[in-house]
């Protein structure tokens, strides 16, 4: 049997080698037609050897039972198995009809087994050569309801004991071949099912991905034990509806769409957020939501219960690179945008005192014009001196920023007390607030302790912080100063009455090149750099810069230093000291 049957294997149609399913489907469709056709000449020599002279009839009806082998030949060089099911059920039908028109019409044995011509076709799957068979069965009942009503059916003697063994062997022959077709078939498919199942679990728990194998409607069957380590669940809880129910909501139209379309044969890659289960004493916390690369593609064939497949991968890492990226492409666009507006506004800002030390020098060192009164001399000589102090201050700022920015700028903290240098600072802009209409005022806190600090860059701040106050609080407004202590931080804060900040703005402030108003015509002159020098000394000391404002209400801007800064030397950019003090602020 063996050997017929691997025989039978060398006659399936090379379009279906590949495809065990199919394949297993054709064998079966072969060797029971084969074994059906041959049957009868096995049973021939009996036949002779008893004597018995057979009929035309029951010589037609023993040659028609050839016709499964050469369907069978058919099937072997076409591979077209619902065609040959169709011819097979034809031919079931035919024989039926020519046994019934020798044997009494519709009185005869045979016509009950036209049935087998529906069932034939059935096992192709195909509904077209089931509606074939169907109705070449009706057809063939109506021609014998026909023929007997018009009382044309021939009287035919009782059926030969030949005729008879032929039509119950024939009718025999073709329901065991269904039914040992039918079950070769399921068999076949469970052993490719269970085969398939083994290697999807074998394969699955071999990968760090997580794989799902997804029904028809997109719910799970089964996943992979890497379910555990990367969304935090037993596999079992991801069966069903339990995937999708983690899937960010945001996201469920496009999962189900890829699941759709792998189902179609089109293979999908998208990512998706899934939640992710904690435990211990996070188990309270809300689950944090992790990024997954999606791949969806359609199963083999042996996997009939579950069409899709689905693998997962961990990206949340890759996800934040990317973030990080843009997020750093985002910050060199506004910087090199705030370095356009910087030039745009230093060209002003230079080249208003330039023209002002220019055109004055040229009047004093003009013989024509040097005939100038002594007061008129010596106002264009102190125009001249504030235009190059304006000069200075501008470029001392640009050098001061770059310094700090590169790492150059270093500082030299040492106990200092802070009563003289806010006296110091407060005499030196007191000329410039006086002739603005701006009230200086000082809130000193009494006992406060020596600051570890750079004077020079203490100062500075101080200095940076009245001007930037001054310049931006209306006449008859105010400017205090404020300096106290609280644990381990020492304060020094400068509060106005001026037009405020923009909400939008105040997070931006302190940037380098950055300014609220970028436009030419602002009613306020200077580079901007004035609070970019302050954050970036404070953050040389250790500390951080806080501002608070409302607009038309006024600013108040912070300089928090710890009050035991390291007394060697630093330089650089922000600390990591700085960044500790901002986030427990």
Partial sequence: MKAVLEHVAGWVHPSVADDALASARHRAFLLSHILGGVAPFAALPGLLASGHAASPLELAAFCWLLAPILI????????????????????????????SLSTGGLASIALPWLVLAPLEAGLSGSRRAVGIAI?????AVALLLGLDAAALTPTAAPAGPVLTALG????????????????????????????????????????SDLVTRHAPDGTVTSASPAAVGLLGVAPRDLVGRGLFD????????????????????????????????????????????????????????DLVDAPVLAAFRDVSDRKAHEEALLAARQ??????????R????????????????????????????????????????????????????????????????????????????VGPIV???????????????????????????????????LTQMALNLLS????????????????????????????????????????????????????????????????????????LHGGRLAIESVVDRGTRVSVHLPLGAASTPRAGRATSDAQEMRQSA
Avoid at 332 to 338: E, G, H, N, Y
């Fill in 72 to 99: 069978a030949l058919n099937l072997s060089r076409t591979g077209d198995l619902v065609r040959a099911h169709t011819l097979s059920a034809l031919s079931i039908v035919i024989l039926v009809v020519a046994v």
């Fill in 135 to 139: 109705a070449a069965a009706g057809g």
């Fill in 168 to 207: 119950v062997f024939g009718a025999s022959v073709c329901a065991l071949a269904l039914a040992l077709r039918a079950a070769e078939t399921v068999g076949e498919g469970d052993a490719l099912s269970r085969a398939g199942r083994a290697r999807f679990d074998l394969f699955a728990g071999a990968v």
């Fill in 246 to 301: 983690r899937i960010h909501i945001a996201d469920r139209p496009a999962f189900l769409h890829a699941l759709a379309a792998a189902a179609r044969g089109v293979e999908t890659t998208l990512e998706i957020r899934a939640r992710r289960a904690v435990s211990g004493q996070a188990a309270q916390a809300p689950e944090p939501f992790v990024w997954l690369e999606m791949r969806a593609r359609l199963a083999p064939a």
């Fill in 331 to 340: 910050d060199a666009d506004r910087a090199s945008l705030a370095k356009t």
């Fill in 342 to 417: 910087f030039l745009a506004t230093m060209s002003h800002e230079l080249r208003t005192p330039l023209n002002a030390i220019i055109g004055f020098s040229e009047i004093l060192t003009d013989e024509r014009l040097c005939r100038l009164e002594p007061a008129r001399r010596s106002d264009y000589a102190a125009l001249i001196h504030q235009s190059g102090l304006h000069l200075l201050d501008v470029v001392n700022g640009i050098l001061d920023m770059s310094k700090i920015e590169t790492g150059c700028f270093a500082v030299y903290p040492e106990p200092c007390e």
């Fill in 423 to 457: 006296e110091h600072c407060l005499g030196m802009v007191a000329l410039k607030a006086e002739a603005a209409g701006v009230r200086l005022a000082a809130e000193i806190a009494p006992g406060l302790p020596k600051v570890v600090a750079d004077p020079r860059a």
């Fill in 468 to 539: 930037n106050a001054i310049k931006f609080t209306p006449r008859g407004g105010a400017v205090t100063l404020e300096a106290q202590a609280a644990g381990r931080v020492f304060t020094l804060a400068v509060r106005d009455t001026g037009c405020g900040i923009a909400p939008e703005h105040i997070d931006r402030l302190g940037e380098a090149f950055f300014q609220a108003s970028g436009a030419l015509d602002r009613p306020h002159e200077g580079s901007g750099l004035g609070l970019s020098v302050v954050r970036g000394l404070v953050e």
